[in-house]
Structures are given as C-alpha cells and as structure tokens.
C-alpha cells in the first residue's frame, strides 16, 4: 500500500489506518481476543501501517490488545494512542493536566509493550487546562524519548493554532466522511496552512456509508449508536437516500460503497489518513481495497454534486456528548 506523510512531520503512514477501537468498544460486545488480534495482524500482512488506539478504549483493555497484536511487528509500525479523560474513562469528565498526562504516557507504554508512542493525541480539549501547559507537557514526553509525535482530536481551530505554537502537531483526528463535511469549512484550512496531517475517523460515518444498515438494523445494547441522534430509526430512513446514491456511484466503478467513501476521502489532500475499523476480514480486505480505486475529477465533481443535494438528518452526537467537541 502507498505510504503517506501526515503534514510536515516525518510521520510516514499507509494511506489507509486501522481504528481499534471497535474491537474492544462502543460497537457491543468485546470481539474475541484471538479473533482481534487476527484482523489487527491481517491488516498488517495487507499493507497497514498504522493502528489507533486510546486508554478510553475499554478502558485500557484496547491498548493491551493492540500491543500484543504488533508486537511481531513493532518496529514496522506507527501506533497512536490518547490521553484526556479522567481515570481513562471517557464516560467521565476531561483531565489533561499535565501530571495526569505523564501517568497516562507511563502507563500506555506498559500495556503497549512499546518503549515510545508513535503519535500521542489529546483525545478531546479540556478547558480547565490551558492548551499552551498540555503541548508543553508533550513537548517534554517527546524530549524525553517516550512520545515521538503530537496530536489532537476534535479540536477547534484556536485551539490547534495555539498547541501547534509550543509543540507542533503531526495530525488532527476527527470527525469526517461523505456524511460529515464540518471539517472543510475551517480545520483543513487550517491544517493546511500550518503542515498538519489530518486522520479522519469515522470515515465510513459509523458504518451507515457501507450500506449495511438500514432502518429495520437492531444494534446490541451495549452499542453506542443507541444514543446517536442520526441512527434513530427515522434518521436512518431518511439518511438512505445518500448509501443508495452511492451504491450506485460504486456499481458504475466496479467497487463498493465503502470503497467510494475512503477513495473520496483520499482523494481530498495527500496528508490525509482514514481509519476505518472493523471486526470482520472480508471488510477489512474491503476497506484496504479502497487505496486502489482513482477518483478522477470528474467522479469527484459527481459526487459533489450528488451529496450536496442531499441534507443528512440528526446530529453526530448526543447534547451531553456534543459540548466536548470543537473547543
């Protein structure tokens, strides 16, 4: 698979990433741990370069698996992980001070099994910590050996202008996909501007854009799309509009709707990375199959104008989850 830069760093990443969060939270039940580390090692065998992961994910449980998995491979690999939620919980308030920051470091390291992180990401912006003390207190990790690059995620453009001018920023993880165009307004502007790579998450919107779910879709309980405003019932039926379109964008191109999706999220700027995850193989040789298919301006001006007529129903998140993003 073709490598990728992700901005001015010297990041060097496979154009298509590997989100673990899904292996071990948020979308249900646990994936069963062989199982896991099959699809995680699979993806390297294919091509992928790059594993996310987070302490929230579990919470630690993720990064535990996601050590294991690479550990044949360590050398070969850029793995990112986050710190920024108290006690690693992400169903609890936000704590990035600089004290906890160095805990969260030590501690992923431990379960990584790695003697430094890849990327080290401010999972959401806290605004009881001023940015400037958290780039500072990275900028530290990384002289000192255990953190080579810096990162945020879902972060509002003051707020990385103001990080990138302590300790400059290898990427931003957020948000963005066919059905989630926030970003183009203001963030890869800026991004551009100031040489930061951009790791799009979600870019399969949650798995809507896949076509593998409709109305009738029944999640499990403990899968976090039960609270998501746009995968009620009613927003899924009249979301569907967008899959069908490009489920028929795919059929003329010989791909799949997935595949659509990614090779339009490569084709925005060269520095930017998607990680989609997954549970299953087949998906996963479908979403690296993506890396394959040129979009042509023209397929990009069809697809432009097709989804622009289209208005995707409810918001990304729940109100209480909502306040945590774009500070």
């Known amino acids: 698979m073709q490598k990728r830069k992700l901005g001015k760093s010297s990041l060097k990443v496979s ?17 069963e741990r062989q199982q896991a580390i099959s699809v995680i090692q699979t993806a390297f065998d294919r091509g992928v370069t790059f594993f996310d992961t987070a302490e929230a994910y579990g919470p630690f449980t993720n990064e535990e698996l996601v050590g294991e998995a690479v550990a044949p491979f360590r050398k070969q690999v850029a793995m990112a992980t986050k710190f920024g939620f108290q006690e690693g919980d992400s169903h609890k308030g936000l704590d990035s001070r600089p004290e906890r920051i160095r805990e969260v470091a030590d501690a992923a390291l431990k379960r990584l099994g790695s003697d430094v992180i890849d990327l080290f990401y401010q999972h959401r912006v806290d605004p009881n910590v001023p940015i ?84 009738n879709t029944k999640f499990d309980s403990t899968d976090f799309r039960n609270i998501v405003p746009r995968f009620t019932a009613e927003a899924r039926k009249a979301n569907q509009g967008l899959v069908d379109l490009l489920g028929q964008i ?26 989609p995850g997954t549970t299953k193989l087949h998906r996963l040789e479908e ?10 301006g023209d397929d990009l001006r069809d697809i432009n104008t097709a989804v622009s007529k289209i208005t995707v129903q409810g918001d990304r998140y729940p109100a209480h989850l909502q306040q945590r993003v774009n500070r």
């Not at 202008?161 to 502007?189: F, G, N, T």
């Not at 795919?250 to 990680?275: F, Y």
Request: proline share 7%; charged share 15%.
């Open 15 to 31: 154009a298509i990433g590997f989100g673990c969060m899904g292996l071990s939270f948020g979308y249900g039940p646990p994936t």
């Open 132 to 215: 400037e003390d958290v780039a500072g207190t990275v900028k530290d990790l990384i002289q000192q050996g255990k953190v080579r690059h810096f990162g945020m995620s879902e972060a509002g453009v003051e707020a990385i202008r103001r990080a990138h001018a302590v300790q400059p920023l290898a990427a931003l993880q957020s948000e963005y996909s066919l059905w989630w165009r926030e970003p183009d307004q203001e963030i890869l502007p800026a991004l551009e501007e100031l040489g930061i790579g951009f790791v799009p998450f979600s870019p399969l919107g949650k798995g809507f854009l896949t076509g593998a779910i409709n109305e």
């Open 250 to 275: 795919a059929a003329r191109m010989k791909a799949t709707p997935a595949q659509i999706a990614l090779a339009w999220l490569l084709a925005q700027k060269p520095w930017i990375v998607p990680i």
């Open 287 to 296: 979403n690296i199959g993506a890396a394959n298919i040129e979009l042509s």
